[in-house]
T-cell receptor, first 114, second 112 residues
Framework: AQSVAQPEDQVNVAEGNPLTVKCTYS??????LFWYVQYPNRGLQFLLK??????LVKGSYGFEAEFNKSQTSFHLKKPSALVSDSALYFC????????????FGKGTRLHILP | KAGVTQTPRYLIKTRGQQVTLSCSPI?????VSWYQQTPGQGLQFLFE???????NKGNFPGRFSGRQFSNSRSEMNVSTLELGDSALYLC???????????FGSGTRLTVV
């Protein structure tokens, strides 16, 4: 069965520093991969997705993610963190070879320190 | 175009009662999925509906059920509520194909 792991419950980064939020996945076929962000008392907002093609995907708010098939990872990155990036981030995967449901990781809380 | 609309936003129920939550997807989206979000478990998949048929189901007890209408609107029902059902229930819709979800703002259910 497909699964997603976000190994860090929380990540703290100083404002202006680069940030990375880690994600690894497991699927039997080829994956569709997604990152979502959640602000307090809100639903999830789409950041970016990897379907096929270039391994480096650029998304909203200056975020990007790199697909690494050999390491089955899809880490979220940003070159320079903003305090407003503080939120809960979810990685998700959909196995295009099996069924259509999307499975989410447990989330990583990102704190950007001023 | 309008986003995914969930009603009500907040709900307080007592143990043993039942509750119905509603979700109106983005126009043209025929797939609707439901997730339960709790602090310790993250987002857990409940079920997915497509064209009025349940296409996928997560590992929740039979007290959790859902349905989808011909206009793609969906409802989920939880019967015999337990304290542990307190959570944020998120609905998401998407078009067919490779796109990801668009989420609603959720319904915060508190069981007392």
């Amino acid at each position: 069965a497909q699964s997603v792991a976000q190994p860090e419950d929380q990540v703290n980064v100083a404002e202006g520093n680069p940030l990375t939020v880690k994600c690894t996945y497991s699927v039997s076929g080829n994956p569709y991969l997604f990152w979502y962000v959640q602000y307090p008392n809100r639903g999830l907002q789409f950041l970016l997705k990897y379907i096929t093609g270039d391994n480096l995907v650029k998304g909203s708010y200056g975020f990007e993610a790199e697909f690494n098939k050999s390491q089955t990872s899809f880490h979220l990155k940003k070159p320079s963190a903003l305090v407003s990036d503080s939120a809960l981030y979810f990685c998700a995967v959909r196995d295009i070879g099996r069924d259509d449901k999307i499975i989410f990781g447990k989330g990583t809380r990102l704190h950007i320190l001023p | 175009k309008a986003g995914v609309t969930q009603t009500p936003r907040y709900l307080i129920k007592t143990r043993g009662q039942q509750v119905t939550l509603s979700c109106s997807p983005i126009s043209g989206h025929r797939s609707v999925s439901w997730y339960q979000q709790t602090p310790g478990q993250g987002l857990q998949f409940l079920f997915e509906y497509f064209s009025e048929t349940q296409r996928n189901k997560g590992n929740f007890p039979g007290r959790f059920s859902g349905r989808q209408f011909s206009n793609s609107r969906s409802e989920m029902n939880v019967s015999t509520l337990e304290l542990g059902d307190s959570a944020l229930y998120l609905c998401a819709s998407r078009p067919e194909g490779s796109d990801g979800y668009t989420f609603g703002s959720g319904t915060r259910l508190t069981v007392v």
